[in-house]
């Protein structure tokens, strides 16, 4: 059995987010709004206590210990070597087709006789002086045919080598998870996009203005042919914009004329696998709620080694508490809003992630990280990338934002929002992970909130805390959920113990284990 050798040793990074929920091919939907549920009248308090390590850290080593062994004993030389630390170049050093190719022993003319698919990420436009222009993004790809019996051993690699302990749906979605992580990225490709009204009675056709990166990826604002004559001079763009050429014209209302959210279908034409996407189009003003996804609308815990790979590769995706109720209630309550999902997991993982959004949350909007890194921010930083883009697009709409602690890059960005784009934050809302999973030892740091308005953020334990509040009038904390933050790092001494016994383990594992927790969930 060959094993899969990319020098990076970063193949982790990009699978472990990828775990389909339910396995195969997904062709897109339109969401249903999850049924309605009555908000609580008792909301539960939470304060941000300090965290001792003590007895957990031997679990925690134990856990970071076992990873890496079943990482070098299921992939072997894929998983050799280790490192003293985080080296950001790395972290974005995913497979390329080549090597897969290679690795697989899969010809040119092997991977030209399958089919071409295309994935799209579900688009928002914004309404400028020239009409409504549209952020299309997504990547081209082929999928080789490997064998189940490959799947199954390279799966068991990511399953802490529990793969024939699984029950049989579980092994299908390891196959499955693997087999997403395996396609060959397809580079100087022409892109057109169908689209069409809700009704079907609209249509207009799209070639992008530049073929696909390197990396198979495309990601451009392109203005729809109706509705051009826009009196907006205050609408706001970002990103590259061009023009594409296109066919036949959609028509919508003005974004300045409106405050509801118009949308259209979207697809790839000639696509095995089409890659069809609901877009949405924003009106000018509003409010926008931007969600992160694992561990604050799914239950992920990255920060648990066993767990979180087998909640990420092989058990189906769970909701976290009744976040379903809650969003469906703001969506009912208040119709304009529109959902933003903004997740770090790499783009391979989008339509699992999609596919569980969209079952249990709103219809809106998507984003995740692309293979394709043009400058540092992108690679570095790719959550404050994305927020920025969107904060830039729609520059006199209001956002609320919502994650966890456990990531690192949460922590930082969203208050730093608050400085970059005065007047657009309206509420943070930050789940604290630590008060109700013990499993979850690192420390967090909230000196990034020292200078935010503090009725503007709220941390929270469990999501009946956010009935109740009326945010579209900037109500973003309840009054009866202390919140004691501190400013400054959670807490030193949890921190000095976990780079001690827990960090040596966890520094010196296999680069795969490394890349689990720094590139797709930002935890150290």
Not at 290 to 315: H, K, M, V
Not at 339 to 364: C, V, W
Not at 421 to 426: A, C, E, H, K, W
Request: with cysteine; net charge negative.
């Amino acid at each position: 059995m060959a094993r899969l050798p990319i020098a990076s040793l970063t193949l982790v990074g990009g699978l472990v987010a990828l775990a389909n929920a339910a396995p195969g091919p997904l062709q897109e939907t339109v969401a249903q709004i999850p049924q309605i549920t009555p908000a609580p009248t008792a909301p539960t308090k939470t304060i941000l206590k300090q965290r001792g390590v003590g007895s957990d850290l031997s679990s925690l080593t134990s856990d970071a210990a076992s990873l890496a062994n079943s990482f070098t004993e299921a992939l072997g030389s894929l998983a050799t070597g280790g490192t003293n630390g985080i080296e950001p170049a790395a972290l974005t050093s995913l497979p390329t087709g080549s090597q897969i190719m290679s690795t697989l022993g899969i010809s040119d003319s092997d991977l030209a006789a399958t089919p071409t698919s295309a994935l799209q990420r579900r688009p928002y436009g914004n309404f400028t002086d020239k009409g409504w222009q549209v952020r299309f993004n997504g990547f081209i790809y082929k999928t080789p045919n490997i064998s189940e019996s490959d799947l199954a051993h390279y799966a068991d690699g990511f399953v802490l080598g529990n793969y024939d302990q699984l029950p049989p749906d579980q092994q299908e979605s390891a196959r499955n998870l693997t087999a997403e992580i395996f396609i060959v990225q397809q580079g100087n490709v022409s892109v057109t996009l169908d689209l069409a009204s809700s009704d079907g009675s609209d249509k207009e056709s799209i070639t992008l203005p530049y073929n696909t990166t390197t990396e198979g990826d495309f990601d451009v604002f392109v203005p729809l042919s109706g509705n051009n004559q826009g009196d907006n001079a205050n609408g706001g763009s970002t990103g590259t914009n061009a023009g594409g050429n296109s066919t036949g014209s959609l028509q919508f209302q003005n974004g300045n004329e409106t405050s509801n959210i118009q949308t259209f279908g979207s697809w790839v034409r000639g696509a095995a696998v089409t890659g069809n996407a609901t877009a949405y189009l924003v009106p000018d003003r509003g409010l926008t709620t931007i969600s992160d996804i694992d561990d604050i609308l799914r239950i992920t815990q990255i920060y648990e080694p066993s767990n979180g790979l087998l909640n990420s590769f092989a058990r189906p995706f769970v909701p976290w508490e009744n976040m379903p109720d809650i969003y469906a209630n703001w969506s009912k309550s208040i119709p304009t809003m529109h959902f933003h999902y903004l997740t770090t997991t790499p783009e391979q993982a989008t339509r699992p992630y999609e596919q569980f959004i969209f079952t249990n949350y709103p219809e809106g909007s998507f984003d995740d990280r692309p293979l394709n890194f043009t400058n540092s921010d992108e690679t570095l930083s790719p959550r404050k990338y994305l927020l920025d883009k969107i904060f830039q697009t729609f520059p006199n709409r209001k956002f609320n934002l919502i994650a966890d602690t456990s990531n690192s890059d949460v922590m930082k960005d969203y208050p730093q929002m608050v400085f970059d784009y005065p007047g657009q934050v309206n509420c943070i809302w930050l789940r604290n992970t630590s008060e109700t999973d013990s499993g979850d030892l690192f420390p967090y740091n909230t000196s990034g909130f020292k200078n935010v308005n503090n009725n503007s953020y709220m941390f929270f334990i469990n999501a009946n805390d956010l009935t109740n509040l009326d945010i579209e009038n900037g109500q973003c904390r309840n009054a009866s959920i202390p919140q004691n933050v501190t400013f400054s790092e959670q807490d030193e001494a949890a921190k000095d113990k976990l780079k001690g016994a827990a960090g040596q383990i966890m520094m010196s594992m296999s680069a795969l284990a490394l890349t689990f927790f720094a590139l797709l969930w930002n935890i150290v």
